[in-house]
């Protein structure tokens, strides 16, 4: 079992709190907010109200040396800077925050998080690529320009195999899945020597310019 603070219940910290929760995970939830820690404190170790910044406080709950510290305090930029140095100070190496702006990413990446979280704008981004007329499903950012995409079969690779169509060679995307939609299974690292059916779709990674240009084909 792994300890993870998440500091910030509104409804994104909360459903992270209670995702690592469910996992069997020790989870330690801070907000200042005595409403939002009575509805998470039903599902995780502990739940306390107070702030999250307070190094000293921080401490005596435990946090030092957690795995991880997750930081959802909305769009106070300065809550989010001095959370994240209380973790540090505490030797919590992976910090995550959740942002609400560029800026406000920009400023967490000079503080030195392991990753800023836009859930806003990530939505909206696979929003955008579902309903634009490719053949996209499903769409999860990683990193800036590199993605991992769920896309139909074009007409043109069906009844061909992956060792045919030389994907990563041939297109740079590197295939994660194969999926047969009617029947929902999904295998990992397909066999290379399978035939594509219209029916299946392959979640595939690599860079957004190398899949939109994948997804675009007919």
């Known amino acids: 079992m792994r300890r993870y603070v998440v500091i910030g219940l509104g409804n994104f910290g909360s459903s992270v709190a209670e995702a690592l929760s469910a996992k069997g995970q020790e989870v330690i939830a801070i907000d200042r907010d005595g409403e939002a ?3 998470i404190a039903p599902l995780v170790a502990k739940a306390v109200v107070g702030d999250g910044s307070d ?3 921080l401490e005596r709950l435990g946090v030092r040396s957690a795995h991880a510290g997750v930081i959802s305090t909305g769009d106070d930029i300065t809550a989010s800077i001095l959370a994240t140095m209380g973790l540090h100070d505490l ?3 992976e910090v995550f925050v959740k942002v609400v702006s560029r800026d406000h990413a920009r400023v967490m ?3 030195g998080v392991t990753e800023t979280i836009f859930p806003e704008r990530d939505s909206a981004l696979s929003l955008g690529m579902r309903i634009c007329g490719t053949a996209v499903f499903n769409y999860v950012r990683l ?3 590199f993605s991992v995409q769920e896309i139909a079969i074009p007409t043109s690779w069906q009844g061909k195999t ?3 169509l030389g994907l990563r060679q041939h297109y740079d995307i590197t295939v994660v899945a194969l999926k047969d939609v009617l029947t929902n299974r999904i295998t990992p690292t397909p066999n290379p020597d399978v035939k594509l059916k219209e029916s299946d ?6 860079d957004d310019k190398a899949l939109e240009r994948t997804a675009a084909l007919k």
């Open 109 to 111: 990446e000079r503080v």
């Open 201 to 206: 779709t392959l979640l595939v990674a690599g």
């Open 37 to 39: 820690v009575d509805r």
């Open 162 to 164: 992956l060792r045919e």
């Open 55 to 57: 190094v000293t406080l």
């Open 143 to 145: 990193s800036e320009g």
């Open 91 to 93: 030797n919590v190496d």
